[in-house]
């Protein structure tokens, strides 16, 4: 069934791969600012202070032309590599030895929950990479990767095996001792109804699957607030959920994804574009837990979160209220030997694992700044270590996966924080209305093919419309193009075998089909499996790869098709395969399977479990006081209307 794009090393010229490492120089240094002063490195002053081997290797290297190595860097220190240290000694890495925590807020709503999980920390050896300045470590992860040009992150594990075996060692202690409930597993304790905050940032395909969720959560008798991007507002209150906005603005972040192919800039001008985006991000997940709602002035203080991973400071904003969170998302994030994480890319199965770690790293690497400016600012937390496996990481949280395990079973090395929820549906198409033109073209021909690219920005939209048509009229099919927000088919004459469409319900749409092409979203990808449809993947950036290969491995569909290789000719090679009789009938094996599944309720279900033992259950006064004060509500309406900070 074709090659595995994650099985095989990609092969860079010497030219090439000494470019994608200044890239990623470069851009992890820009995307901080070059700013330091809020990153916080557990080495003594003395050191600190002096210049490290690097340097010195650097002088001496200097000399003959040549540069340091990862090896050369380790050998300058005389460390041995240290035996695995006991495990379960408990403290806190991210507050410095004699800094006294100060909560942020007081307890005036009478519900309190023990330490949140993201402070507790194993006490751990020295290692060689604790011994290396900042400069040093950075240099080291550096060479120890590489930016391909779709954006995803090359692990080479055969020149650097020291580094890499550092990195899975100080991952697997410094995650050794979590608390975990042992009584999570079949647990039936009573839950109290809770206030939720789901800080959630994406496009309208990762919304939707939460927005399923909050309504579940809701007839448990919990008050749910759904926090994302403002564009987002009407869609979350037309489901009955309460909406927060959060910053950020999703054709942005969509468009800057789309070409850099992934979260690592590709030029100075994206830079300030990223950094803008996450700024505004970060900043706004504390007031999304806290501030009452802007439109009815009614209180709100979140007692549990539910976030998924792109919500940067989620983690941090839950160690501040000290509540639990629980991580939902739809691709995968915690670490496995079983596949490499979906924005990398590991010739060597035996840095599946490690490809998490460095994804990690490069992440907290580009948002490390913001963080622990916000920490120390507004959460009142100390700054966190450098090379600290806490930094982001959300190994150490409950998580949640939404997707089918018939289509990724749950790895064997995920423990018990870890759930495959299966898919959350919405289910937006029964109340959808067709408009009678639609219904008509529908039902006088055979069944189409649709054609869409959701929420990714085209850069030639001209050009993917040509390569559409041609490959349709190629074939003999007729076709749904979807505009999305790619803009497909303006101001265009199509014929008559094409329908150009705007803004339908895929759970409606996709049962009408006999095939769909797609960019190879999350939640597109689920629909158009749930409905039995064959499935080309056409993926833009990050985890679009992933499932299209996963499509592809069950027969599902033909190998993915990258938007930059799309052509009328491979196009009409992937419709022709999935109008294969034996791919149809797969296809709707699985459907059977994902039909009989419901997501929506493993997930309420798994962060009922995963709750602390100990809930205790709020005061008659608490509820009472959900109602604004006039004052309150006046001040909310300054905000609201003028802008005003209110702060």
Request: with cysteine; net charge negative; hydrophobic share 35%.
């Amino acid at each position: 069934m074709g090659s595995n794009a994650f099985d095989h090393p990609l092969k860079n010229s010497e030219e090439e791969g000494l470019e994608s490492n200044y890239k990623l120089k470069r851009s992890i240094d820009q995307i901080s600012g070059g700013d330091e002063s809020v990153t916080v490195d557990y080495a003594s002053s003395d050191e600190q202070s002096e210049a490290g081997p690097l340097q010195e290797a650097e002088k001496q290297k200097a000399k003959s032309g040549k540069q340091s190595s990862t090896l050369e860097i380790f050998k300058s220190k005389e460390l041995n590599f240290s035996p695995s240290p006991r495990k379960g000694m408990n403290r806190s890495i991210t507050t410095p030895v004699e800094t006294h925590r100060h909560p942020l807020f007081n307890d005036d709503d009478n519900i309190t929950f023990h330490r949140s999980m993201t402070e507790n920390r194993a006490l751990r050896h020295e290692l060689k990479l604790d011994r290396l300045s900042e400069r040093e470590k950075k240099k080291l992860i550096i060479e120890l990767v590489k930016i391909q040009n779709d954006g995803t992150v090359e692990v080479d594990i055969d020149e650097n095996a020291p580094v890499a075996s550092e990195l899975l060692e100080l991952h697997s202690v410094e995650g050794a001792s979590f608390y975990v409930n042992e009584s999570i597993s079949g647990c039936n304790k009573s839950i109290p109804r809770l206030k939720v905050a789901m800080l959630v940032v994406g496009t309208r395909g990762d919304v939707q699957p939460f927005l399923a969720i909050a309504k579940r959560l809701q007839e448990f008798g919990h008050r749910v607030r759904l926090a994302t991007h403002a564009n987002f507002s009407d869609f979350v209150r037309s489901a009955g959920v309460d909406f927060y906005p959060l910053g950020g603005d999703p054709r942005v972040l969509a468009g800057y994804m789309a070409r850099n192919k992934g979260f690592i800039p590709s030029a100075p001008g994206e830079i300030s574009i990223q950094r803008k985006q996450l700024k505004a991000i970060i900043e706004s997940l504390l007031a999304a837990c806290t501030e009452p709602d802007m439109e009815t002035g009614v209180p709100f203080k979140a007692q549990a979160i539910i976030a998924n991973p792109p919500a940067y400071g989620h983690a941090h904003v839950a160690e501040a209220l000290g509540v639990p969170i629980h991580i939902f998302f739809t691709m995968p994030w915690t670490p496995t030997y079983e596949f490499p994480h979906p924005l990398a890319r590991v010739p060597q199965s035996a840095g599946y694992w490690l490809s998490y770690i460095v994804v990690d790293l490069l992440i907290w690497w580009g948002i490390r700044g913001y963080i622990n400016e916000f920490r120390k600012r507004k959460l009142k937390l100390p700054p966190i270590a450098y090379l600290s496996m806490y930094h982001g990481s959300i190994s150490h949280l409950p998580t949640g996966y939404m997707w089918s395990p018939h289509l990724v079973p749950k790895p064997r090395d995920w423990g018990p924080l870890v759930d495959v929820v299966g898919y959350s549906f919405l289910n937006l198409g029964s109340k959808y209305e067709p408009k009678e033109e639609f219904m008509q073209w529908i039902q006088k021909g055979k069944e189409p093919i649709y054609i869409g690219f959701g929420s990714m920005p085209l850069e030639d939209p001209k050009n993917t419309m040509d390569i559409i048509l041609e490959a349709l009229k190629d074939t003999g099919q007729r076709g749904i193009v979807d505009r999305g927000w790619g803009d497909l088919g303006n101001f265009m004459e199509v014929p008559d075998n094409v329908f150009l469409l705007k803004d339908c319900p895929h759970d409606w749409l996709f049962p009408q089909c006999a095939a769909v092409v797609h960019h190879g979203g999350a939640g597109t990808t689920a629909t158009g499996l749930r409905a039995g449809c064959p499935t080309t993947i056409v993926p833009f950036f990050g985890d679009q790869f992933f499932w299209g290969d996963r499509v592809h491995q069950k027969g599902l569909g033909p190998v993915p098709i990258p938007i930059a290789k799309l052509s009328a000719e491979n196009l009409s090679d992937a419709i022709r395969f999935m109008l294969e009789p034996e791919v149809k009938s797969r296809a709707m094996e699985l459907a059977k399977l994902i039909e009989n599944e419901d997501g929506v309720a493993a997930a309420v279900d798994a962060f009922h479990r995963h709750l602390p033992p100990e809930l205790p259950l709020p005061t008659s006064s608490s509820e009472d006081n959900d109602q604004p004060n006039p004052l309150q509500w006046f001040f909310i309406q300054i905000e609201k209307w003028c802008c005003l900070p209110c702060s």
